[in-house]
Every structure is written in structure tokens, then in C-alpha cells.
């Protein structure tokens, strides 16, 4: 989707791209890391300091990658992630999105950490 992008994010000098995916979802074209994203991370390891981490994937991953983060010294306003999984209609009619009070349709997708952490259990 952001293949342009990753490319220019590639070359920059301020920023550290990981590119990763799980087992069996690479080919021969793959050229970055294969495995679960808490893993890689960990392996990484990046630094806190003058960082922001962008997590987007399925809910699970973002579950086990946000301990990782806050581990490894990120912030919850460090740290943002995306929840359009739960999108149906995208104008806050149907309800499929809503998650406490909150719509993820209108009020996001884009949440920080803290905005992931003050949710309802439910996600």
C-alpha cells in the first residue's frame, strides 16, 4: 500500500525502517525480516530517545507489540497505532466500530497508546 513511501523512508538518514513478515508470508522477492513483530522488535531494539513507533497489523500483534515498546522505554504518546479492522460503514452509523465510547471511524483510526490503553477491555 505504501510501497512508495517505505522507499523513501528507506533512504532517509533520520529514519530506521523495519520491514517485517510472519512466517510463511515471504517470498523470494522478500528483502526484510521474517517473523512475529515482538520478536524482531525486541531484536532491534531501538531507542526511545527523539522516537516514535508506528504499529499497524491485526489486533493480536498490537497487543504483544505495545509491552515491547513500553519496555524498551517508549511512551504511550510515543507510540501509535491503528484499529480500521474494525471499520464497516465509516460514518459512525452502523456501530461495528465503536469500542466503549469511542468510534474508531470518526474519532480515528489513528490512536496513541494511551488512547489504546484507556479503551474498554474489548480490544
Given at each position: ?28 522477492e522478500w528483502d526484510g525480516k521474517v517473523g512475529f513483530v515482538p520478536t524482531i522488535l525486541e531484536e532491534a531494539a531501538p531507542t526511545a530517545e527523539n522516537s516514535i513507533a508506528m504499529v ?68
Amino acid at each position: 500500500v505504501y510501497k512508495r513511501e517505505l522507499k523513501e523512508w528507506e533512504e532517509r538518514g533520520d529514519v530506521r525502517l523495519v520491514k517485517t513478515v510472519d512466517p510463511g508470508g515471504n517470498g523470494p522477492e522478500w528483502d526484510g525480516k521474517v517473523g512475529f513483530v515482538p520478536t524482531i522488535l525486541e531484536e532491534a531494539a531501538p531507542t526511545a530517545e527523539n522516537s516514535i513507533a508506528m504499529v499497524c497489523g491485526p489486533p493480536i500483534m498490537i497487543k504483544f507489540t505495545l509491552p515491547v515498546l513500553e519496555k524498551l522505554g517508549f511512551t504511550d504518546e510515543q507510540v501509535y497505532t491503528t484499529l480500521e479492522n474494525r471499520m464497516k460503514c465509516g460514518l459512525g452509523k452502523c456501530g461495528r466500530c465503536n469500542v466503549g465510547n469511542v468510534y474508531v471511524c470518526k474519532d480515528g483510526p489513528v490512536f496513541t497508546a494511551k488512547q489504546v490503553k484507556e479503551m474498554p477491555a474489548e480490544f
